[in-house]
């Protein structure tokens, strides 16, 4: 089966950037939708960002323009550039892989199947 290792978290300050990576392993085909979501304690885990089957990016709504995520198909790596982090932005990061049935459920964990263990990101 698939499996997923983050790497790249850590401590920044306020403003400062951080940049997460995801090197997948295991079969590959069909082709999976790759994302990234976070967690706090006592709160669900909401989507950040997502690369679907035919490359578009999502993203979620109050992180435009701050985070980017892409993906080395290739190597099959997920990364995500984070810039102008914010205490807000405190929290463990994780990367999935599944297939969510509709566009608009990119963003929804409930529907990844594989998981990493988390990488922890304190702003």
């Known amino acids: 089966h698939v499996q997923l290792v983050e790497s790249g978290g850590g401590s920044v300050a306020t403003g400062g950037s951080l940049r997460l990576s995801c090197a997948a392993t295991g079969p590959f085909y069909p082709t999976y939708c790759m994302g990234w979501f976070r967690q706090t304690p006592g709160k669900e885990r909401e989507g950040v960002a997502a690369?679907?089957?035919?490359?578009?990016?999502v993203y979620a709504n109050s992180l435009k323009g701050r985070f980017t995520v892409s993906l080395n198909n290739a190597q099959n790596q997920l990364d995500l550039q984070m810039n102008n982090l914010k205490p807000e932005d405190t929290a463990v990061y994780y990367c999935?892989?599944?297939?969510?049935?509709?566009?608009?459920?990119?963003?929804?964990?409930?529907?990844?199947?594989?998981w990493g263990q988390g990488t922890q990101v304190t702003v």
């Open positions: 999935a892989a599944g297939h969510p049935k509709y566009e608009y459920r990119v963003l929804s964990s409930s529907d990844y199947t594989y």
């Open positions: 690369v679907d089957i035919d490359n578009s990016t």
